[in-house]
């Protein structure tokens, strides 16, 4: 497990997860634990794919479920400043004098 998977946490990563959660892993700590469990950092992940909620999470890594990277992205970055105006826009005039 690294910083960027995508996981799918049930029941068999923790009993914490009675409802399957999908997250991001921002990293993995270093925390002295039980043998088999780990801490995570990550981002927890609404059903569009944006993250929702940032959490800490204690799991058995070899129970969780590698989701597959999606072909496309999620979602895109807004475009810049200074981009062509609109078809059919007019200039605004100030009213300041």
């Known amino acids: 497990m690294k910083t960027g998977d995508m996981l799918r946490l049930d029941r068999a990563a923790s009993v914490q997860f009675m409802h399957p959660i999908t997250v ?12 088999g469990w780990a801490w995570i950092d990550c981002y927890q992940l609404g059903p569009n794919g944006d993250a929702v909620a940032r959490r800490s999470l204690f799991i058995q890594p070899a129970q969780v479920q590698y989701v597959p990277p999606s072909p496309f992205p999620v979602c895109q970055a807004p475009r ?18």
């Open 24 to 35: 991001r892993v921002i990293r993995v700590l270093d925390w002295i634990t039980y043998d």
């Open 80 to 97: 810049k400043a200074g981009r062509a105006p609109l078809r059919g826009a007019r200039p605004v005039r100030s009213t300041a004098s």
